[in-house]
Every structure is written in structure tokens, then in C-alpha cells.
């Protein structure tokens, strides 16, 4: 059997954070293969359905990393939306 060439980076609830997950890691030139259990596309597509986000073996790391930058920038948006709903 083929060692296997792909690591799991992470786990996130919501297919619209995968696709984000994975837009942000493939701009920085990281491949992204994703994998949605088969049964949240069944009859319907469950939102809150985990995804899980696989990077090569060889980009963990710097994956890793990136995931850390682009965690903190949404943190800090999220915490600049909420100031700005205090001031009104």
C-alpha cells in the first residue's frame, strides 16, 4: 500500500468555511483536497456538517501556519465588527 501523501490540517464545521479554508490556502500555493462525509449530501446539504481540510505531507507545516495568520485576521475582524456595534 502507497504511504499516504496527504495530512489532515483540520476540521471545520460548514462547507462555506472549508471553501474559504481552502481559498485562502490554494492563493498562498498550498493544493487543498477536502472531504465532507457522504451523508451530509444526502437528501439535503447540512450546513453545519464537518469538513475536513487535508494539505500534501510535505506543506503541513507552512499550512499550519498560514492557518494561524488567516484564524487571527477573522478574530480580529469579528472583534472590530463588535466595537463598531457598541459605538451605534
Known sequence: ???????????????WKADMVESF??????DVV??????SHSTYINPFASVQVFVPK???QQA???L?????V???EEEDE???DEQD
Open 64 to 66: 499550519r501556519e498560514l
Open 68 to 72: 494561524k495568520d488567516f484564524e487571527d
Open 58 to 60: 510535505e506543506m503541513l
Open 34 to 39: 477536502l472531504f465532507q462525509d457522504a451523508l
Open 1 to 15: 500500500m502507497d504511504e499516504m501523501k496527504y495530512a489532515k490540517l483540520t476540521e471545520v464545521i460548514g462547507r
Open 25 to 30: 490556502l490554494e492563493a498562498e500555493g498550498v
Open 82 to 84: 463588535e466595537e463598531e
Open 74 to 76: 477573522l478574530q480580529n
